[in-house]
Nanobody, 115 residues
């Protein structure tokens, strides 16, 4: 059983920063990527950023230059550093673990950007 536990969400003012964490545990094999998605009210879930096992990263155009995805393999944790946050970044953020056997998702953490 694979579990993903996210943390780090909250309320922040425009221009502020937050760092999300996603810790994985359980019997994990065949991993080829990890990433973050988000879903705003009334909208579809969208890709934010991914990082492959080789360390290659990919970002949505809307977050390029503001968000950074990274990982700590020893802690089985992936991070999303979010800087210069905008109200449009308000959403529930989900981490994903991509394996050859399928995707695993976290429960989501709320990020609200508001003054």
């Amino acid at each position: 059983q694979v579990q993903l536990v996210e943390s780090g969400g909250g309320l922040v003012q425009p221009g502020g920063s937050l760092r999300l964490s996603c810790a994985a545990s359980g019997s994990i094999s065949g991993v080829y990527a990890r990433g973050w998605y988000r879903q705003a009210p009334g909208k579809q879930r969208e890709l934010v950023a991914t990082i492959s096992v080789l360390g290659n990263t990919n970002y949505a155009d809307s977050v390029k230059g503001r968000f950074t995805i990274s990982r700590d393999n020893a802690k089985s944790t992936v991070y999303l550093q979010m800087d210069t946050l905008e109200p449009e970044d308000t959403a529930v953020y989900y981490c994903v673990l991509r394996t050859l056997g399928g995707d695993y998702w976290g429960q989501g953490t709320q990020v609200t950007v508001s003054s």
